[in-house]
């Protein structure tokens, strides 16, 4: 392999509250050196890249250019989905058909979309 994904950055007002949503969604802890009101935080969720939060002035004003796709590991897409608009995720579209297939998309509370695929488990229940 010539390259991988070292960090994925993302642009946002505050570092330290969408830090914390991610948080929540990646199951992990904030670094213990970020604090409210710092330029940046980090995070380092199993399995993924750093996620690295950066404070810009500007807030998000178009539809994102790129989006993360979460899978889950250890629950259905569904039970995440649930999962997450508890924890401040916002609901967005529903691209859920009735055979089982599909996603949903969802924002996170600075409007950064995302979407929520099947589970692997989920899949191959579904396939031959």
């Known amino acids: 392999m010539s390259v991988r994904i070292h960090n994925l950055s993302i642009d946002c007002r505050d570092t330290y509250a969408l830090s914390g949503f991610w948080a929540q969604v990646f199951e992990c802890s904030r670094q213990p050196d970020d604090l409210p009101g710092d330029p940046e935080a980090m995070l380092l969720p199993e399995?993924?890249?750093e996620v690295l939060f950066l404070a810009v002035p500007e807030g998000k004003s178009v539809k994102n250019r790129l989006h993360l796709d979460l899978e889950p590991v250890d629950r259905t897409r569904d039970e995440e989905v649930e999962r997450l608009l508890a924890v401040g995720a916002v609901?967005?579209?529903?691209q859920r058909r009735p055979d089982g297939t599909g996603w949903v998309v969802l924002a996170d509370p600075e409007g950064?979309?995302?979407?929520v695929l099947r589970s692997a488990a989920e899949r191959a229940a579904t396939t031959g």
């Open 47 to 49: 399995g993924g890249p």
């Open 91 to 94: 609901h967005v579209d529903d």
């Open 112 to 115: 950064n979309e995302f979407c």
